[in-house]
Protein backbone atom coordinates (compact mmCIF):
# COMPACT_ATOMS: atom_id res chain seq x y z
CA UNK A 1 0.00 0.00 0.00
CA UNK A 2 2.79 2.67 1.02
CA UNK A 3 4.63 2.38 -2.31
CA UNK A 4 1.36 2.46 -4.33
CA UNK A 5 0.56 6.09 -2.12
CA UNK A 6 3.72 6.96 -2.90
CA UNK A 7 3.17 6.79 -6.70
CA UNK A 8 -0.14 8.41 -6.87
CA UNK A 9 0.84 11.13 -4.56
CA UNK A 10 3.89 11.69 -7.72
CA UNK A 11 1.36 11.83 -10.09
CA UNK A 12 -0.92 13.96 -8.17
CA UNK A 13 1.83 16.52 -7.62
CA UNK A 14 2.50 16.02 -11.21
CA UNK A 15 -0.86 17.27 -11.93
CA UNK A 16 -0.37 20.54 -10.01
CA UNK A 17 3.84 21.12 -11.42
CA UNK A 18 5.52 21.81 -14.34
CA UNK A 19 7.22 19.03 -13.31
CA UNK A 20 7.66 15.94 -11.23
CA UNK A 21 8.46 13.11 -13.43
CA UNK A 22 9.66 9.79 -12.85
CA UNK A 23 12.99 8.57 -12.42
CA UNK A 24 13.92 5.17 -13.86
CA UNK A 25 15.89 4.90 -10.25
CA UNK A 26 12.56 6.06 -8.39
CA UNK A 27 14.66 8.56 -6.10
CA UNK A 28 11.51 10.54 -6.50
CA UNK A 29 9.75 8.51 -3.92
CA UNK A 30 12.58 8.60 -1.42
CA UNK A 31 12.40 12.33 -2.10
CA UNK A 32 8.15 11.94 -1.27
CA UNK A 33 8.51 9.63 1.96
CA UNK A 34 10.70 11.86 3.21
CA UNK A 35 8.34 15.11 3.08
CA UNK A 36 4.97 13.27 3.59
CA UNK A 37 3.81 10.41 5.59
CA UNK A 38 1.32 7.86 4.18
CA UNK A 39 -1.93 10.57 5.68
CA UNK A 40 -0.35 12.95 4.32
CA UNK A 41 0.09 11.98 1.15
CA UNK A 42 -3.46 10.45 0.96
CA UNK A 43 -4.92 14.26 2.12
CA UNK A 44 -2.45 15.76 -0.68
CA UNK A 45 -4.66 13.56 -3.15
CA UNK A 46 -7.83 15.22 -2.27
CA UNK A 47 -6.53 18.55 -2.92
CA UNK A 48 -7.29 21.06 -5.61
CA UNK A 49 -6.29 23.73 -7.11
CA UNK A 50 -8.93 25.84 -5.85
CA UNK A 51 -8.75 27.42 -2.12
CA UNK A 52 -11.46 25.19 -0.14
CA UNK A 53 -11.87 24.76 3.18
CA UNK A 54 -11.41 21.40 5.30
CA UNK A 55 -15.03 20.51 5.58
CA UNK A 56 -15.49 20.43 1.46
CA UNK A 57 -12.42 18.74 1.17
CA UNK A 58 -13.49 16.30 4.25
CA UNK A 59 -16.70 15.51 2.31
CA UNK A 60 -15.12 14.96 -0.84
CA UNK A 61 -12.38 12.66 1.01
CA UNK A 62 -15.10 11.43 3.38
CA UNK A 63 -13.20 11.73 6.41
CA UNK A 64 -13.63 13.33 10.20
CA UNK A 65 -13.54 17.57 9.27
CA UNK A 66 -12.15 17.83 12.62
CA UNK A 67 -9.04 15.23 11.89
CA UNK A 68 -8.86 16.96 7.90
CA UNK A 69 -8.41 20.02 10.09
CA UNK A 70 -5.72 18.82 11.68
CA UNK A 71 -3.86 17.53 8.61
CA UNK A 72 -4.17 20.15 6.74
CA UNK A 73 -2.92 22.34 9.28
CA UNK A 74 -0.29 19.88 10.19
CA UNK A 75 0.82 19.58 6.29
CA UNK A 76 0.82 23.91 5.87
CA UNK A 77 3.54 23.88 8.84
CA UNK A 78 5.33 21.66 6.76
CA UNK A 79 4.77 23.20 3.44
CA UNK A 80 3.26 20.92 1.62
CA UNK A 81 0.45 22.85 0.91
CA UNK A 82 -1.06 26.53 0.39
CA UNK A 83 -2.88 27.93 3.33
CA UNK A 84 -4.51 31.16 3.24
CA UNK A 85 -6.41 32.48 5.95
CA UNK A 86 -9.43 35.08 5.85
CA UNK A 87 -10.76 35.68 9.41
CA UNK A 88 -11.27 32.51 11.41
CA UNK A 89 -12.28 31.10 8.46
CA UNK A 90 -9.13 28.65 6.91
CA UNK A 91 -8.76 27.47 3.04
CA UNK A 92 -6.14 25.22 1.58
CA UNK A 93 -5.16 24.42 -2.26
CA UNK A 94 -2.60 21.74 -3.70
CA UNK A 95 1.00 23.51 -3.81
CA UNK A 96 2.77 22.35 -7.22
CA UNK A 97 6.80 20.68 -6.57
CA UNK A 98 8.99 23.83 -8.07
CA UNK A 99 7.38 27.00 -6.61
CA UNK A 100 5.56 25.49 -3.79
CA UNK A 101 6.80 22.33 -1.80
CA UNK A 102 10.10 22.58 -2.50
CA UNK A 103 11.02 26.01 -1.83
CA UNK A 104 8.65 25.75 1.72
CA UNK A 105 11.18 22.75 2.86
CA UNK A 106 14.52 25.20 3.31
CA UNK A 107 13.81 25.23 6.70
CA UNK A 108 13.27 21.77 7.01
CA UNK A 109 16.35 20.89 4.91
CA UNK A 110 18.84 18.75 6.15
CA UNK A 111 21.35 17.23 4.78
CA UNK A 112 19.83 13.60 4.01
CA UNK A 113 16.80 15.18 2.05
CA UNK A 114 19.41 17.37 0.39
CA UNK A 115 20.93 15.22 -1.28
CA UNK A 116 17.84 12.75 -1.72
CA UNK A 117 17.05 16.31 -4.00
CA UNK A 118 20.03 16.35 -5.63
CA UNK A 119 20.23 12.92 -6.59
CA UNK A 120 16.41 13.43 -8.33
CA UNK A 121 17.68 16.39 -10.03
CA UNK A 122 20.91 14.88 -11.53
CA UNK A 123 18.75 11.78 -12.03
CA UNK A 124 18.35 10.88 -16.08
CA UNK A 125 20.11 13.83 -16.84
CA UNK A 126 23.88 12.60 -16.63
CA UNK A 127 24.08 8.93 -16.64
CA UNK A 128 27.56 8.25 -14.79
CA UNK A 129 27.04 10.30 -11.67
CA UNK A 130 26.76 13.78 -10.22
CA UNK A 131 28.91 15.94 -10.48
CA UNK A 132 32.14 16.03 -8.21
CA UNK A 133 31.14 18.11 -5.18
CA UNK A 134 34.93 19.23 -4.92
CA UNK A 135 35.07 20.56 -8.45
CA UNK A 136 34.42 24.24 -8.59
CA UNK A 137 31.33 25.43 -10.52
CA UNK A 138 31.76 28.90 -11.75
CA UNK A 139 28.24 31.17 -11.95
CA UNK A 140 27.72 34.28 -13.58
CA UNK A 141 25.05 35.91 -11.00
CA UNK A 142 23.19 38.76 -12.07
CA UNK A 143 20.34 40.65 -9.99
CA UNK A 144 17.20 41.29 -12.10
CA UNK A 145 15.05 43.96 -9.84
CA UNK A 146 10.89 42.88 -10.41
CA UNK A 147 9.05 45.96 -8.98
CA UNK A 148 11.54 47.34 -6.99
CA UNK A 149 15.00 49.04 -7.41
CA UNK A 150 17.69 47.02 -6.21
CA UNK A 151 21.21 48.63 -4.87
CA UNK A 152 24.19 46.50 -5.73
CA UNK A 153 27.53 46.94 -7.02
CA UNK A 154 26.96 44.13 -9.36
CA UNK A 155 25.46 44.75 -12.97
CA UNK A 156 21.72 45.09 -13.53
CA UNK A 157 20.75 42.99 -16.72
CA UNK A 158 18.10 45.06 -18.48
CA UNK A 159 14.37 43.22 -19.29
CA UNK A 160 15.55 43.18 -22.67
CA UNK A 161 18.41 40.75 -22.30
CA UNK A 162 16.45 38.41 -19.33
CA UNK A 163 15.36 36.30 -21.98
CA UNK A 164 18.73 35.46 -23.76
CA UNK A 165 20.54 35.32 -20.64
CA UNK A 166 18.29 32.50 -19.03
CA UNK A 167 18.33 30.58 -22.42
CA UNK A 168 22.27 30.73 -22.66
CA UNK A 169 22.85 28.91 -18.75
CA UNK A 170 22.81 25.54 -18.24
CA UNK A 171 21.41 25.86 -14.68
CA UNK A 172 19.67 28.58 -12.81
CA UNK A 173 18.35 29.92 -9.28
CA UNK A 174 15.90 31.86 -8.74
CA UNK A 175 15.47 33.84 -4.89
CA UNK A 176 13.36 36.34 -3.56
CA UNK A 177 14.48 38.44 -0.76
CA UNK A 178 11.47 38.47 1.63
Known amino acids: MSEDIYQRLRKGIGQHSAYF????TGVEIKFLRKLFTEEEA????????????????????????EAVAATLKRMAKKGLLFPKRKGEMYYYV??????GILEHQ??????EM???????IWAE????????PDA????????????APVNVSRPIAPYENVKELIMSQDRIAVTDCF
Not at 94 to 99: E, Q
Not at 136 to 147: C, F, G, V, Y
Open 114 to 120: AEIYEEY
Open 106 to 111: VHRMDR
Open 42 to 65: EMYLHLTENLETPQQIAERAKQDP
Open 125 to 132: KIPDAPPD
Open 94 to 99: AAPFAH
Open 21 to 24: EATT
Open 136 to 147: EIKLPLRTLPIN
